[in-house]
């Protein structure tokens, strides 16, 4: 595999754009493992391998259970979520999947019970920025294993 276009070289701004909503997102108040569920859950709907692989190493980095990891495809069925993470990943795959007929209602039933509004925008800004980022390197092939995550201490 080799990656079409260099977006970050050959146009910097749409980076800097990006980057800029990561610096709000992280400092949003939103849980760090959170925004990384969330990032990874995406990313698996939308086939994102750059993604996949970032976001399974930063996840690891800050401690995340294996476990979490492999089961999140089926985090339904699985014990191994809270409430909040459930419906945030709720939330995740109906923005994700808008044209699956939008956003039901109960899921926002469901986030509303778990997030503020502040925290639900946030949320839904950073499901939008993460699906941004996936058809960025998706559609440039951006090439998967390069990532090496910052050394952090778990968030939760």
């Not at 980076?15 to 939103?30: P, S, V």
């Not at 709720?90 to 925290?119: C, M, N």
Request: proline content about 4%; hydrophobic content about 40%; aromatic content about 8%.
């Amino acid at each position: 595999m080799h990656a079409r276009i260099d977006y970050m070289t050959a146009a910097p701004g749409v980076y800097r754009a990006m980057t800029a909503l990561e610096e709000y997102l992280h400092g949003c108040g939103l849980e760090e493992t959170l925004i990384h569920l969330v990032k990874f859950r995406a990313s698996q709907i939308n086939g994102c391998a750059y993604c996949l692989d970032m976001h399974s190493k930063d996840l690891r980095a800050l401690g995340e259970d294996e476990q979490r990891l492999y089961l999140l495809p089926a985090w339904e069925e699985s014990p191994f979520y809270s409430d909040r993470e459930r419906a945030a990943l709720a939330w995740t795959e109906s923005v994700t999947l808008i044209t699956d007929g939008h956003v039901p209602d109960d899921v926002y039933e469901q986030a509303r019970r778990s997030f503020s509004e502040k925290e639900l925008a946030d949320l839904t800004l950073l499901i939008a920025t993460i699906n941004a980022w996936n058809r960025l390197s998706i559609a440039m092939r951006v090439v998967p294993g390069t990532y090496e995550p910052r050394v952090r201490t778990a968030a939760r």
